[in-house]
């Protein structure tokens, strides 16, 4: 198996792709991790751009509940915490980020993308926000920045499923981009960004609202609730009765 991420550096732009498209590339420790240490090294690498990406059929699929039977609530809580670690990091990077979504970007993996500056999707991707339904109150501030209060309670509060098109009216998405265009739009993106590191830091830090603590506070307070792992698993069990039932209609 390769690692978590894959690397690509070049003419200014940090790749970092996700790669577990076995799982999903949903969010394990290892994958968490790994993404953690590549934003480190792309912030601090000279790069002018970084851009995350996932290999495979999808972008994100959230939160990997592959082994959620072997899991206490102190375990999943550790996990949601280190989410928001990453997420708080994408958001706050020093230099300018982009997400390109594609097919199922869904969860944390949806928040992944609302943390970035720059929000691209392929034709076909579909979004949704999940985690209220587990009782997880998980990047909820990020999305409200992109979409406003309204939508973002709207998607929270339903968990509803959403497409590219929907996405774009709502500021999720800010570019909808045909597959075959994407390379040749992420080397442009690079290319365009002049204004230096430092000033780009700077501007960030007056741009982007510093709200990192007091989220952490507000996820941790909702997954530190006694029954976590109860309610992802009669989470995921109603989800897995509506695809049988899907499947027998």
Known sequence: MSGPVEIRVG???FEIVLSRPE???????????????ALDRAAE???????????GKHFCTGFDLSDLEQLSDGDLLLRVVRIETLLQAVHHMPIPTLAIAHGATTGAGADLLAACQHRWALPG????????????????RRLCLRVGPDAARDLVGSGRRIDVDE?????LVTRIVDADAVDAGIREAGAALK????????????????????????LVASAARPGL???????VAALQARKAEGGRA
């Open 229 to 235: 792992k109860g309610r992802i698993a009669a989470y």
């Open 125 to 140: 991707t579909r979004f949704a926000f999940p985690g209220a339904g587990f009782g997880l109150a998980l990047g909820t």
């Open 195 to 218: 204004i230096d590191r430092e000033t780009t830091a700077r501007i960030n830090a007056l741009t982007v609202p510093d709200t990192r603590e007091s989220d952490m506070v507000n």
């Open 45 to 55: 690498g000279g790069a002018r751009l970084a851009v995350l990406r996932g290999a």
């Open 11 to 13: 003419e200014g732009v």
């Open 23 to 37: 799982r999903g590339n949903a969010l394990g420790p290892d994958l968490v991790e790994a993404t953690l240490d």
């Open 167 to 171: 996405a774009a009216r709502l500021g």
